[in-house]
């Protein structure tokens, strides 16, 4: 009888430490990547142009892995696609660039981007994404381990979305003939939930504030945004990378301080140059101008750009949380990554 108790009270013993050691962090049940940790970053543009420059940039930076937007699912327009939902805004490649990428030995990851309005439709249209990556794969030569999927969930769509994490990855598996590794973006609010049912994350740090709320200093990042969400790493079960943003644009609203839209700086007929002279950021302070366009209203726009400083403080507390933990910058566009120094994005990468 006396072993009967023994054998009882370790039960609950353990029973009592895994609870206490999943609601306070200490739970080991975390796995490792699976792929060698490297450099990496995203290419998010309807176009693949990736020139000599571009490949110079990935060299320099030791960047051997590249997530590139494949196209978007999006509520289905198009008669030739049976489910509700289908794919839209997919990519063009061309030879000389995907040759270029493949002479530096650089994977390529194809990334899906789901809409909201999307995944709360979700049925079936797992079929038609699998088939246009296949296609897309095949046409292009392009050898793929693994597909990214980025979508914000929330709890109201929680459950459809990790129904499609769960049959896209069967019907991927199926046409590549392969096991396909399948990672999703992870947004902070998503910390929160249960981890989907992928090889690894990619946790967003970026796009932290509401850049629709004309009172918001800086949308992009900002690190009082994230410390609230930190609480939840050191328990999260899955794997991560850590996203980090090196992009601006300019924020719109309207003479009643409306939201209007998002540009980017860079394609404004030369006006990226004078705000980004006049309304600089860096340490995330909001400053806004005026501007009179002909035959448009008067608008008010808010330049936004997160300075190195902001990059690694909030790369530093994700790490005090989470530790050591690979870095994806988002994106590849060299316009945008002039803004830092060849040291800032190094540091970015290793410091």
Known sequence: MRKIY?????????????????????????TSLP???????????????????????????????????????????????????????????????????????IEIIPVVFITQEAIREYSSFTDDLAHRLYEMCSKNKIDINEVQLDCDWTKTTHDAYFQFVKD?????????????ILSS???????????????????????????????????????????????????????LVLGLPVYSWVVEFDEDKQFVRLRNPYDVHGWGKVWEEDCETGNGEEEYFEREESHKAKKMSRYEVVSDE????????????????PVVLYHLDLQQLSKYSENEIKDFYNK
Request: net charge positive.
């Open 35 to 105: 792929f060698k940790k490297a450099n990496a970053i995203y290419y998010w543009k309807t176009w693949f142009e990736v020139g000599d420059e571009e490949i110079e940039f990935l060299k320099k930076n030791e960047i051997k892995r590249m997530y590139v937007r494949f196209f978007d699912v999006a509520i289905n327009k198009n008669s030739k696609f049976r489910d509700k939902c289908a794919p839209v805004a997919t990519i063009s490649f061309d030879e000389r660039p995907l040759q270029l990428v493949a002479a530096e030995n």
């Open 185 to 239: 973006t992870i947004r902070l609010h998503q910390l929160a939930q249960t981890p989907p049912a992928v090889d690894y994350g990619v946790l967003m740090c970026y796009n932290t504030g509401n850049f629709r709320d004309y009172k918001t200093q800086n949308s992009i990042l900002d690190v009082k945004d994230v410390k609230p969400y930190m609480k939840y790493l050191k328990s999260y079960n899955l794997p």
């Open 310 to 325: 902001t990059i690694l403080e909030a790369k530093r507390l994700v790490r005090s949380e989470y530790g050591n933990i």
């Open 168 to 180: 896209v990855r069967q019907t991927l598996n199926s046409y590549f003939k392969k096991e396909v």
């Open 6 to 30: 023994l054998v009882v009270g370790i039960v609950l013993a353990l029973f009592v430490a895994a609870i206490a050691a999943y609601y306070w962090g200490f739970s080991p049940k975390r």
